[in-house]
């Protein structure tokens, strides 16, 4: 091997292992409902984390506060080394360096599909209409619907309005992407076509942290399962391990629950 190319392979490997996102002794309250219990999690760049966990087990609530949608009662979150917990920090900053996809797609129904997925890029990282639009079109041609560009979202079905919402989430190369239960609206037709993209989008390098109840996918697409129970990490490894042959009697009645 030649030292250029030892050198390639090491700079690629310090790039993978680089924490983007750092969840440190993180407490979310609600009223008198403690919804995450001081939770520690790392995210790898290129990584895909999956969360998994019975409803009420703080799935959503960590990715809300990742997005610092929710404020954390105690703890820290760092991306890419910035302490985004700092009271002092612009959260819309933050906000723009993350792609956030919901379950229940959240297109803006009075905007075209392209400007759906342009609207970041134009306005909140100061792209050209031109840029945008060249980005847009390459991500939807990509995912087979650049001919409903100019179609208003509620001439979509539901599985294609997901898309869209990927796509949009991905426009601006974001340093995270944050998928909370996005196949959990959909008709069980729809269902896998999204997931396919999520596949696609995943194979592409990004980095992931998602909800899911799709325990198949999961298995799949994870590198890493996570398993939440009121608010703490009970479980984490590859998916053949907490999938296929999970350690804690937690993890294995919730997927008892799940396959039966």
Not at 57 to 64: Q, Y
């Amino acid at each position: 091997m030649s030292q250029t190319t030892a050198t390639n392979e090491a700079a690629e490997q310090a790039a993978t292992d680089e924490t983007v996102l750092s969840i440190q002794g993180v407490v979310k309250r609600f009223g008198s409902n403690i919804v995450l219990r001081g939770l520690d999690l790392d995210v790898r760049r290129h990584e895909v984390v999956v969360l998994l966990g019975a409803s009420g087990s703080g799935k959503s609530t960590l990715l809300r506060c990742a997005n610092l949608l929710e404020r954390v009662d105690d703890g820290q979150i760092f991306l890419s080394g910035q302490d985004i917990t700092d009271p002092s920090i612009n959260a819309d900053k933050i906000r723009a360096q993350i792609g956030v996809v919901f379950q229940h797609y959240n297109l803006f129904p009075h905007m075209s599909v392209i400007d759906n997925v342009t609207l970041a890029a134009r306005k909140v990282h100061g792209w050209s209409p031109e840029e945008a639009a060249e980005r847009g079109m390459s991500l939807l041609e990509r995912i087979g619907l650049a001919s409903k560009a100019r179609e208003f979202p509620d001439r979509l079905s539901g599985g294609q309005q997901q898309r869209v919402a990927i796509v949009r989430a991905l426009a601006t190369n974001p340093e995270l992407l944050l998928l909370d239960e996005i196949t959990s609206a959909l008709d069980p037709m729809l269902v896998g076509e999204v997931l396919d993209l999520v596949r696609e989008v995943k194979d592409g390098g990004s980095t992931i942290l998602m909800a899911t109840h799709e325990i198949g996918f999961a298995r799949q697409v994870a590198d890493r399962v996570v398993f939440l129970e009121r608010g703490k990490i009970v479980e984490q490894g590859p998916p053949e391990e907490v999938i296929g042959n999970p350690k804690m009697p937690q993890t294995q009645e919730f997927l008892a629950r799940v396959f039966h």
